[in-house]
């Protein structure tokens, strides 16, 4: 007789649920684990009770062609977003403490990312006056003032990418996918703060235009450690929607 917990662990199995997905949504991590062990025993049982067979001769070649059609994997960037005065400057209004956490680990990387010859990309808050956010908001990131400006140990050197934008997706109203697109990048390791707004919405926003989207631990912030974790198991559920391989 088999258990209902062994029926649910089948089902699972079973099911065209994608293995990130179930390792986000299910209430125990041991059943997630025990879902995926299962799932593997399938696939070794069946590799080895069902006999391989070569396509025709007229497949393998399309296949083959179509394998080499297929663009280069395209190269990665880094992307640091808002790591500005004005939310990093104990005082201000919309300051965020845990920003500042990571400004060595943030300049460590950078520094690697320019010995290794990797594109890296600002992306700031700015707004003129009379910006419609601001309403909303305190003033914050203002032409003319140093706010909008990256902290010293983060200060962009020629041949970097900077790009304004005005709201919380540095997709949104900014030329950042055309500048990406001139790098020919398909990949985006996205930095900064805050977690839960701008480094969340540019990783969603890039992740339905295609583009392959790493957010590393250490490297953002956010206002709260609860909010940093929610929008990771978020975005841990989302692909690339179609995925974006640019030649380099």
Excluded at 1 to 28: E, H, K, Y
Aim: hydrophobic share 40%.
């Amino acid at each position: 007789m088999v258990a209902p917990d062994d029926d649910l662990t089948l089902d699972l199995a079973l099911s065209a649920t994608p293995r990130r997905v179930l390792d986000a949504v299910l209430p125990a991590r041991s059943l997630a684990e025990e879902v995926n062990a299962t799932r593997e025993a399938l696939a070794e049982y069946a590799l080895a009770t069902t006999r391989a067979t070569d396509p025709p001769p007229a497949l393998r070649a399309r296949l083959i062609d179509a394998i080499a059609a297929r663009p280069v994997t395209a190269r990665k960037a880094l992307v640091i977003i808002d790591m500005i005065q004005d939310y990093l400057t104990p005082g201000r209004p919309l300051f965020i403490p845990r920003a500042r956490e990571i400004i060595g680990a943030l300049a460590d990387r950078v520094a690697r990312a320019r010995r290794d010859g990797d594109p890296i990309v600002f992306v700031h808050d700015f707004h003129e006056e009379g910006d419609p956010d601001l309403e909303h908001w305190p003033i914050h990131a203002v032409a003319g003032t140093t706010g909008w400006q990256m902290v010293s140990e983060l200060t962009p050197q020629d041949g970097d990418v900077i790009v304004p934008h005005r709201t919380y997706s540095g997709f949104f109203d900014s030329d950042l996918d055309r500048q990406l697109e001139r790098l020919s990048v398909g990949t985006l390791e996205i930095t900064g703060c805050a977690t839960e707004l701008q480094v969340f919405t540019t990783a969603a926003d890039a992740l339905m235009r295609g583009y392959r989207v790493e957010v590393p631990d250490g490297l953002h912030a956010g206002t709260s450690e609860e909010l940093e974790r929610a929008s990771m198991k978020t975005l841990s559920v989302m692909r690339p929607v179609p995925p974006r391989l640019a030649t380099r």
